[in-house]
């Protein structure tokens, strides 16, 4: 498949504070964007520039991809131990509304919170799903993404 334009990565670092989920990172709680050139594996370097400038990731992955302001921004959920946080200023991570789709098209808009909180609804699915993200968090990991799967009819609250 032939990607024309630029392909950026916006990663989301997330860690558990005793009893809540927060994000933090280089850029605060604001998603950290960065451009990623052809030849390399997104992943690869979403790991590599987590390492140099936060310390070792617990887990990287891919949580959602879609167009945005002309390039094709790959979201990816990235979570750190307590231990790295440092002084990295960090903000609980919310509930939001899903960005709707049709059954052919992608959402109108999609706003930076819904990206934020599907990354902890992807992790829960996946904590249930893979034995990788599994093994890498804990039951107290498990128990914070609990809140993330999603409840029937909650939308019509």
């Known amino acids: 498949m032939e990607v024309e334009g630029p ?13 809540h989920l927060e994000l933090t990172g280089p850029c605060g709680a604001a998603p950290w964007i ?9 992943l ?5 520039i987590v390492r140099d400038a936060v310390g070792p990731p ?19 959920v990235v979570v ?19 960005a709707r789709s049709t059954a052919t098209s992608a959402p109108l808009s999609v706003d930076f ?7 902890p ?5 996946l904590v249930q799903d893979d034995p990788v993200v599994r093994a890498e968090l804990d ?3 498990r128990s914070q993404l609990a809140a993330f799967v999603p409840e029937p009819f909650r939308a019509l609250g």
């Open 7 to 19: 392909v950026r990565a916006e990663v989301f670092v997330v860690w558990r504070n005793v009893d």
């Open 34 to 42: 960065i451009e990623l050139d052809d030849v390399e594996h997104p």
């Open 44 to 48: 690869e370097v979403v790991d590599r």
């Open 58 to 76: 617990r887990l990287v992955h891919s949580t959602s991809w879609r167009r945005d302001r002309g390039a094709i921004i790959l979201s990816f």
């Open 80 to 98: 750190i131990d307590a231990a790295l946080v440092g002084d990295l200023p960090s903000v609980p991570i919310g509930r939001a509304i899903l």
């Open 113 to 119: 919170e819904q990206v934020v909180e599907h990354g």
């Open 121 to 125: 609804r992807h992790m829960a699915w």
């Open 139 to 141: 039951d107290e990991w």
